[in-house]
């Protein structure tokens, strides 16, 4: 095993850790935890494009590990009453439809799908509101901010999910 698939597993096993405090609203420790979870998503793709050591298992491991990273944030948010519901069930809906998509192309196409700069852009709107909501728990004048920044997310969202779609079909359209 190498280090970036390795700070990749470190990453999910983050998960329930930061779910956990979370879900206590121990947001100190939520924040810490997602905060670093998030660092080693940043060191593992460095690292292994530095490095030429990406595997077809970090293809895999990687992506799956920053979604659950991020929906166990907003199932944790929803559940501790900072954001809707609805927020959570868009990002939901989305990674669905988008893992279906790239499953197809994987086993139809042999592809596998990368990430673009519009979905990065997305995690880290997402990352930033977040971390946003949950500081909004110490500091109540950010509080109002807390939707807006979502609102935001979920448009950077679509974006993506428009582009992907673009993309997926191009490559289908290819093969």
């Known amino acids: 095993m190498n280090l970036p698939n390795f700070l990749t597993i470190i990453r999910l096993l983050l998960v329930p850790i930061m779910a956990y405090f979370l879900i206590s609203r121990d947001f100190t420790l939520a924040i810490l935890f997602y905060v670093l979870a998030s660092v080693t998503d940043i060191l593992d793709g460095y690292i292994a494009r530095k490095y030429n050591l990406i595997t077809d298992l970090g293809k895999i491991l990687d992506p799956l590990a920053d979604k659950l990273l991020q929906f166990s ?91 992907y779609l673009i993309d997926f079909i191009n490559v289908q359209k290819k093969n």
Request: positive net charge; proline residues 3%; aromatic residues 20%.
């Open 73 to 163: 944030a907003l199932v944790g948010l929803w559940v501790v009453n900072i954001i809707p519901f609805w927020i959570t069930l868009i990002f939901f809906l989305k990674e669905i439809f988008m893992g279906l998509g790239a499953i197809k192309l994987l086993r139809r196409n042999d592809v596998v799908v990368s990430s673009k700069w519009f979905g990065k852009l997305s995690t880290i709107l997402f990352f930033i509101a977040i971390v946003f909501s949950m500081f909004s728990e110490y500091f109540m004048m950010l509080k109002p901010y807390v939707l807006p920044m979502f609102i935001l997310a979920i448009l950077s969202l679509f974006f993506a999910f428009i582009m």
